[in-house]
């Protein structure tokens, strides 16, 4: 009953010209995303894809154990020296992930064109 | 009971992830009719949220068959709501998450469901059916009209 | 009961006109659970509200504190509900609106709700307890995956 | 539990160079509307009011017995030689007035500018 998501892959440009590659993400972001989150992040070969972008805009539902598997990827990101930044979230889920301390580990954009200003 | 039976709403949800979003939904419909604002409802939903996979999870064990039940209460200025499962209820307080020890690796990355319900709420409370003067355990949470986060 | 009780939400309203949009926040909650287009949970939140004022005005005269239940069943491909009151049910079937009996005054401007239940579900069907089978008066509601309105 | 009706009144004019009452509804419309819809209706001059635009567009919630309401204000309204056109309502809420038959008796139009474009 958690509903699936769907994740497109892209590679953008930041404003500093330094690839970023973004991943959209649609659906519920909870216990059932771990293909979504962490198996998409690992996909990526480390050496290359150094600053990510994870976009929650097309998102509708975003609980606890989604965001543990966000800072799981944050946890082994930084590991290997890459960045992750974090787009589309709602009013309220920017407040929430402020509340958790998320911010300490990853910047907050409002959207991909904030995000590409500002990487 | 103090509440008027005119003015309270009553979900009981299968214990299966998911079904937490008809809970949201049905808290958001009632804090919608008494006029909460929109960001307020969105602290309420994720409260909820939270609380019902907890009853589910660690109450009712995932077992599908066992409903957990949510009581939603209008009083005068707040919305009261009661998130009931059959388990013995919480044993010891749960620490704060902490991000740093999350990204050392040192706490597990999940476990912050009660604090989320608690940072969002303007009241939170856990009762356990352990302690014996309930049938249920249940998290009782408020939130308030006119009153931002706190 | 053939349903899983792993797949079932209730939802308790008091009698008070308003109520019926927690209802439909619920409703509305479980349709979009199992993937029924936007239209569709529109459909289904205007026939569980009209059923829900029914089931208030008609069949719990308005008594506050006598609950309206809504039971919806999730199965596969379809949403079943139930909306169920204290009354006795439906004595006789009611016509459809007639606009142009409306407009020249012949018939009361109301009494479309059970019309509209009718148009917009792919099938609805009222059992009074009177019949003596059921200890509630219901009507049950059905809409279907992948099914346009009839 | 039934949210009170705000009701503003703006005087506008049509294609056709006639004056247009427009009725811009907010809240639910419901039992509980009579003053909003009814009462509303009431307080204008039939002599002077010939064509009333109703807006639904800020409503959010509409049963049977805000619409059986319409229906009595339309057939005042008729019988005063006055003519009621409706606009703002969601495609559900176009299709349950087309199915109740009010069709027949007021125009339908998306918004206000589709309305005093054919008014
Ligand atoms: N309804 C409940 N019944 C029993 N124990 C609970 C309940 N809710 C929470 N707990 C306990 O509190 C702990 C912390 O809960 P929470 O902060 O939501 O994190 P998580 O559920 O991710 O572990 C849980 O691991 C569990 O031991
Ligand atoms: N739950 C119910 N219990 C008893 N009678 C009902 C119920 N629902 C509908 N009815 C009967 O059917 C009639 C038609 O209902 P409806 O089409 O919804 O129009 P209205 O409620 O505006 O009269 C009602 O006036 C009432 O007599």
Not at chain 1, 30 to 49: C, E, G, N, P, R
Not at chain 1, 66 to 95: D, N, R, W, Y
Not at chain 2, 7 to 33: C, I
Not at chain 2, 125 to 143: C, H, K, M, P, Y
């Amino acid at each position: 009953m958690q509903s699936a998501n769907k994740v497109s892959q892209l590679q953008l440009q930041g404003a500093s010209g330094r690839e970023v590659t973004c991943f959209r993400f649609t659906g519920d972001i909870s216990s059932a995303s771990k293909d979504a989150i962490v198996d998409t992040y690992h996909s990526l070969d480390k050496t290359v894809h150094k600053l990510i972008l994870f976009d929650f805009k097309g998102v509708e539902y975003l609980n606890s154990s989604g965001i543990a598997l966000v800072i799981q990827v944050l946890m082994e990101a930084s590991k290997s020296g890459q960045t992750i930044a974090i787009c589309g979230l709602t009013p309220h889920f920017t407040k929430v992930f402020t509340m958790v301390g998320i911010t300490k580990y990853a910047s907050l954009y409002p959207d991909e064109l904030a995000a590409l200003a500002a990487l | 009971m103090t509440v008027s039976t005119g003015s309270k709403v009553e979900v009981r949800l299968p214990s299966r992830l998911g079904f937490e979003k008809v809970a949201m939904s049905t808290a958001a419909g009632m804090a919608k009719l008494m006029g909460f604002s929109e960001d307020r409802i969105e602290d309420l939903k994720t409260a909820v949220a939270e609380a019902c996979i907890n009853a589910m999870e660690h109450g009712n064990q995932m077992n599908a068959s066992i409903p957990v039940s949510v009581v939603l209460s209008m009083k005068p200025d707040e919305l009261e709501v009661k998130v009931m499962d059959n388990g013995v209820g919480i044993d010891k307080p749960t620490p704060a998450p902490d991000i740093d020890r999350k990204m050392a690796g040192e706490e597990e990355t999940r476990g912050m469901g009660m604090f989320l319900i608690q940072a969002l709420v303007d009241e939170a409370e856990w009762v356990s059916a352990a302690n014996g003067t309930e049938d249920q355990s249940f998290v009782r949470l408020v939130i308030r009209m006119n009153k931002e986060n706190e």
